[in-house]
């Protein structure tokens, strides 16, 4: 004779999917959600919440720690106290029916008969794609809306730098979701709940810092009647594709405009000239051409400044105090500088960020309209991440400026930047894994802020 499948149902009460999951012949033993401890081995879990919206995360997680190897449904509240209609009770029929179902494929059998070898063999094979698939996958299950995570795989683990340990249990969008793309991840995940196959660009936190990644997110259940909806998640990195993309677009359309620029500016004196031109005028054009020649080669040698930026080796701590005094020097005879840098802060970035710190400070004091420039750079710690903003009291970057450099405006033929400074700034700080704002300073300039990983734990976390 087949055994049954063995269900631990966990709710507050009576429950008529309890009732009916006893009466389809699944062997259903209830607890309360205070009540739930070892007490037997069961097939399945089913969790069904007292209220729709009710926070039931620590049960969740008392669950799965008493029954490890045990799968657990997590269904919608029945709203057992409100009265039934003949409509109420068909749809709970329905879906008690389907749960059953449901049940019986998750606990490993059909129909309470022993699960069939295909079965077994599809298993086999989606786990061994989960954990051998070289990029990052999470199975995550929606709890009232949000993801949580159930599994990771290796690939996750290296990738984003968090231990699968860590993460099960916890909502998903809590560790990989920067705090200014929460409104597009809850977009994307109301998609998901719809059963939508979804595939886009998105930025994403790891433990090292922001990258991008190519996002894909497929149902597991998508027919599932109990709205306990449960998909993979999958994580393609393209941070090194897109940076390179776009400091590519970036540098062709700026050589382009403003090489086309001088050598137009060279010509037109140079036919000036002739061999009748008057001194005068002999004089004007060869300080323009020597003027102009210079700014070619002050553009390709920040050109090579961009490169030791972007490509001047891995992340290494860097003491950052020492780091901004030097950067600040060459600048103080022209401006009033000043700092506000605490000892022991160490960033995790490479070696373009003195470059980036420096050419923050440059913009602020050239691009400044007052007699004295005043300039202030001041860092902080913010749990694991470090911040360092530069203040001036100059006329301000443009909106247009600041669009661009974000990535949150295309480029076009007229809106590549007005120079390379602020773009080096950009990549040398996002190849660490880093991100940079801007806002208005309080009365006048600009507020630029670059954001890092530190090199090290926070101090209450070390002494843990």
């Known amino acids: 004779m087949t055994k049954p499948v063995a269900v631990l149902y966990v709710v507050e009460g009576d429950s008529d999917r309890a009732a009916a999951l006893d009466r389809d012949g699944i062997d259903v033993d209830t607890a309360t959600p205070d009540a739930v401890e070892r007490a037997g081995s069961y097939d399945c879990i089913v969790y069904e919440p007292a209220t729709i919206d009710g926070d039931d995360r620590n049960l969740d997680g008392a669950l799965r720690a008493a029954y490890p190897d045990v799968p657990v449904i997590r269904v919608a509240s029945t709203g057992a ?11 709970r029929s329905t879906a008690a029916d389907r749960l059953a179902e449901r049940v019986r494929a998750v606990a490993g059998g059909r129909a309470g008969g022993p699960p069939q070898a295909s079965d077994e ?81 998105v930025r994403r936190q790891t433990a090292d810092g922001i990258r991008y990644f190519l996002f894909r997110a497929v149902p597991i259940a998508p027919d599932d009647p109990t709205g306990n909806y449960e998909g993979f998640a999958i994580y393609t990195d393209i941070t090194e594709r897109k940076t390179r993309e776009r400091r590519l677009e970036v540098l062709n359309r700026v050589l382009r405009h403003n090489m086309r620029n001088n050598v137009n500016v060279i010509n037109g004196y140079a036919e000036l000239l002739g061999a009748d031109a008057e001194p005068q005028l002999v004089e004007r054009a060869a300080r323009t051409i020597r003027r102009t020649a210079d700014d070619v080669a002050s553009l390709t040698a920040k050109i090579r400044d961009i ?70 750079v001041d860092a902080r710690r913010d749990g694991s991440w470090i911040h360092i903003a530069v203040s001036d009291d100059g006329p301000g970057i443009p909106a247009a400026e600041r669009v661009v450099l974000t990535g949150e405006h295309e480029i076009t033929q007229l809106e590549h930047g007005s120079g390379l400074g602020l773009w080096l700034v950009n990549w040398a700080v996002t190849s660490s894994g880093g991100e940079v704002t801007f806002a208005d300073n309080d009365p006048r300039g600009s507020v630029v802020t670059v954001r890092l990983p530190a090199a090290s734990p926070p101090p209450d976390a070390a002494s843990d």
Request: charged residues 35%.
């Open 121 to 201: 063999r599809d298993g086999d094979r989606l786990a061994a794609l989960f954990e051998n698939v070289g990029d990052p996958v999470v199975r995550t299950e929606f709890v009232d809306g949000e993801p949580v995570v159930r599994n990771v795989n290796e690939a996750f683990e290296r990738v984003f730098g968090y231990e699968a340990d860590r993460l099960l249990g916890e909502p998903l969008n809590d560790f990989i979701v920067p705090p200014d793309e929460r409104e597009s991840a809850k977009r994307l995940d109301d998609r998901a709940v719809s059963n939508e196959r979804i595939q886009g660009e």
């Open 81 to 91: 106290g409100e009265p039934a209609t003949d409509a109420t009770r068909a749809d």
């Open 307 to 376: 490169e030791r930026a972007v490509d001047g080796g891995g992340r290494r701590p860097v003491e950052l105090r020492p780091l901004v005094d030097r950067a600040v020097e060459p600048y103080r005879s022209a401006a009033d500088v000043t700092t506000a840098v605490p000892d022991g802060l160490v960033v995790a970035a490479g070696d373009g960020l003195e470059l980036a710190v420096e050419n923050l400070v440059d913009n602020a004091v050239a691009h400044n309209d007052t007699d004295v420039p005043s300039v202030r």
